[in-house]
């Protein structure tokens, strides 16, 4: 079954960094627009930020503009999430998805691929 996995989460301090990787095990990211979802105890799932299958458009959450970069290597058919200056909001499990509906753009929440997630916690 094609699948992404997820990797990078783990327990960091208020202010500190973590950096995601979303990588494809079965089939090539290249043309898919990867799209990165959180999800918070209690909470419904948040869309946190989203790179073309260009690779030439981005967005971001307001909650995380300015502190989150995503990014992409199609070579190692992988993507990425920087998440600098943590705070405990951002604590929940993040997902990262594949859509191919459209090469150029991000449009909506809608996901073809997604992986099983990997959890962040902020916490002094």
């Known amino acids: 079954q094609l699948q992404l996995v997820e990797s990078g989460g783990g327990l960091v301090q208020p202010g500190g960094s973590l950096r995601l990787s979303c990588a494809a095990s079965?089939?090539?990211?290249?043309?898919?627009?990867i799209k990165w979802f959180r999800q918070a105890p209690g909470k419904e799932r948040e869309g946190v930020s989203c790179?073309?299958?260009?690779?030439?458009?981005?967005n971001y959450a307001d909650s995380v503009k300015g502190r989150f970069t995503i990014s992409r290597d199609d070579k190692k058919n992988t993507a990425y999430l920087e998440m600098n200056n943590l705070n405990p909001e951002d604590t929940g499990i993040y997902y990262c998805?594949?859509?191919?509906?459209?090469?150029?753009?991000?449009?909506?929440?809608?996901?073809?691929?997604r992986g099983q997630g990997t959890q962040v916690t902020v916490s002094s």
């Open positions: 790179i073309s299958g260009s690779g030439e458009r981005t």
């Open positions: 079965d089939f090539s990211l290249e043309y898919f627009a």
């Open positions: 998805g594949a859509d191919g509906s459209d090469y150029y753009f991000c449009s909506g929440d809608a996901v073809t691929y």
